[in-house]
């Protein structure tokens, strides 16, 4: 169908009064076949405008999940911070934070393990907050309970067990990490015990509160200053973020 773009103006002109003021509901019938008509045609000739318009709605989406996210840090700093469900590894008294929220099965977590240790290793001055957040199935909850029994039973131990899980072959499970837990120097029988006496639920609830807060749907999931980082972002990222903390208080100066 050729495009008559003389009659399409004149449509678009014709209508435009009528419209400023008034809904579409307000429109009779030949204006808003005449309106669809020339919407349909300006954007089959020009059709990138789509991909502006999708652009354009993901910026939009971007900056209230932005502002959302900030707004949710603001008023949750102590539970993200300092949660009495959470323990800190590589410097406690470090001068910048960095929270992750992960799941013991979570692939991205596994590879990002690494980059962490570097930042740890290279940078004394960091405290690394470990929020539990089981995602991915029954076995990273069962994996993640008997983690919190560790936690409980011999905290000094922690550490030592979390990057064992992270850095295993195969799936994390509750055998897996009874297993993990045992070659640390802790029974099954109390693992076991303080799990039935003190399950994690209240720890994952606050986690899964605070991610949907955050806007948090994946693992890994950082939070660093003021910023929430999804993803496994890369040491430099890592490191990069960690020095704008102290250069200018926040994670993008």
């Known amino acids: 169908m050729a495009l008559n773009f003389k009659r399409i103006a004149s449509a678009g002109v014709a209508l435009l009064p009528a419209l400023m003021p008034l809904p579409v509901a307000a429109l009779d019938e030949t204006q808003k076949k005449e309106f669809g008509e020339f919407i349909r045609e300006y954007l089959i000739a020009n059709p ?12 939009k989406q971007d ?40 799941d013991y099965n979570c692939g991205y ?25 089981p995602i991915l ?8 309970k008997v983690s919190d029994a560790v936690r409980k039973l011999s905290p000094e131990k922690y550490g030592d067990f979390f990057r064992a899980m992270m850095t295993q072959d195969g799936r994390a499970s509750e055998d897996s990490a009874i297993a993990i837990a045992g070659e640390l120097g ?60 102290r250069a200018c208080g926040k994670a993008t100066c």
């Open 48 to 59: 990138e405008i789509m991909l502006e318009v999708q652009d354009a709605l993901q910026k």
């Open 63 to 102: 900056e209230i999940r932005q502002k959302r996210s900030a707004e949710a840090l603001s008023t949750n700093q102590d539970a993200i911070f300092n949660s009495a469900y959470d323990l800190a590894i590589g410097n406690p008294k470090g001068d910048v934070t960095v929270v992750e929220f992960f």
């Open 137 to 144: 199935g029954p076995d990273s909850e069962a994996a993640h």
């Open 186 to 245: 802790l029974s099954e029988d109390k693992v076991r015990a303080k799990m039935a006496e003190s399950p994690n639920t209240e720890q994952v609830q606050e986690a899964y509160q605070l991610a949907t807060s955050l806007g948090i749907t994946g693992t890994p999931s950082y939070v660093i200053g003021n910023e929430t980082v999804p993803g496994a972002v890369g040491k430099e990222a890592l490191v990069a973020k960690v020095g704008n903390v």
């Open 109 to 133: 977590c596994r590879r990002a393990h690494a980059d962490m240790e570097a930042v740890l290793e290279e940078d004394k001055n960091v405290r690394y907050v470990l929020k539990e957040f």
